[in-house]
């Protein structure tokens, strides 16, 4: 299975980014897909989190102005990020908790990350 992130870049403080991320491969059923972020020197931490079921769950630092999506018929998940700040700077990774085709249990999988850089 492969996460594929995209999306990031530069902005400027108060702008806006969105972030996309496709699982593809062997998947039999995706349960949550979410993004987490890491700062430099930070320990990686939730962003922002959707169930198979629309229930979502966001940090505290970015309620109000980050908004989690999906589109489960393209195994797709969005990070739509407003009001950024440059505390928002970080390298941005997409998870997905899902089964693959032929596996009894689920797994957690990550992509490859994706950088956002808010200036001030």
């Known amino acids: 299975v492969q996460l594929q992130a995209s999306g990031g870049g530069l902005v400027q403080a108060g702008g806006s980014r969105r972030l996309s991320c496709v699982a593809s491969g062997s998947i039999f059923s995706i349960n949550s897909m979410g993004w987490y972020r890491q700062a430099l020197g930070k320990q990686r931490e939730l962003v922002a989190l959707?169930?198979?079921?629309?229930?979502?769950t966001y940090a505290d630092s970015v309620k109000g102005r980050f908004t989690i999506s999906r589109d489960n018929a393209k195994n797709t998940v969005y990070l739509q990020m407003n009001s950024l700040k440059p505390e928002d700077t970080a390298v941005y990774y997409c998870?997905?908790?899902?089964?693959?085709?032929?596996?009894?249990?689920?797994?957690?999988?990550w992509g490859q990350g994706t950088q956002v850089t808010v200036s001030s």
């Open positions: 998870n997905a908790f899902l089964r693959l085709a032929g596996r009894t249990l689920p797994n957690d999988y």
């Open positions: 959707m169930s198979s079921g629309s229930a979502t």
